[in-house]
DNA sequence: ATGTTGAAATTCCCCCAAAAACATCTGTCT
DNA sequence: AGACAGATGTTTTTGGGGGAATTTCAACAT
């Protein structure tokens, strides 16, 4: 269960240090992927293999789901942390996610979320001002 | 499982360098074949038996499983790579995905697929907004 | 409030492995 | 026999991964 924000930089090598907070969850292994709004999801190997069989059932003659999973595993990477926490984020990931130096790590409950600092910035601004509107639409969902 | 995305050089007797991380599970022989999208997708011998038995299944009878087949199989090649990871791609195979000497490698869980540079960055710009949709579809799911 | 201790964060440096260019060998065809 | 095409091997360079050391921060106790 990953909750909190916390500030990070990305080293020269393209390395984040995770939370120490999170570090324990996702000592044995992580799984880095292209997230929604711009962001990167970081997954513990089980959450991920649930959804890696979801992915598995798409059809290969369908060509909207073969463009789908490219995408997905593509955008994905395997990882581990090393002795002091950190995790080297793939090229093409921190280009998707426009990562440059100032990062934002939350805790999203089953994922982590990687964000550049500003999108984080602008992108929890605007939802904040808006969070008992969109409470308000969630009303359906059963929470 | 084959997970990320690499950028590679072709040599010029027409040898491709296998991702490090793709060079265990293809250790003992590959197959490749023309894939969908101008793109070659490589297979273990493994998954290629998986696959090769799907298609058999597919109705003879039928005028587009016909041509598919024919397509699939005699566009296919086996290979192993060589001691440092290399692959040599028939020449039909590089026509046929438009191969010069920038391809970008890509893992797709079951397969990897071989990419021209160009094409793919133009493929994966394209098909980027049809993955968040999808995307955000399976997240409605409950993953 | 201040000093002390410990852990976390940032920077630096080294080494190994992977890439890319370069070179050699083998066989076949003319 | 020579030349060419194919495959296999070798060398050098570069980049990335990992470790260590220094600094910063935070918690705690005096």
Redesign the pocket.
Known sequence: MFLGE?Q??I?G?GRV?L??KFREELADGLVVTKGLEDCLFVYTPVEWSKLEDKIREMPLTNQNARAFTRNFFSGAAKGTP????RV?LPQNLRDYAGLNKDVVVIGVGARAEIWDKEKWTKYSAETESSYSEIAEQLAGLGI
Chains 1, 2 share one sequence.
């Open positions: 916390f990070h930089l080293d090598k240090i939370p120490a090393d002795k002091q926490g080297s």
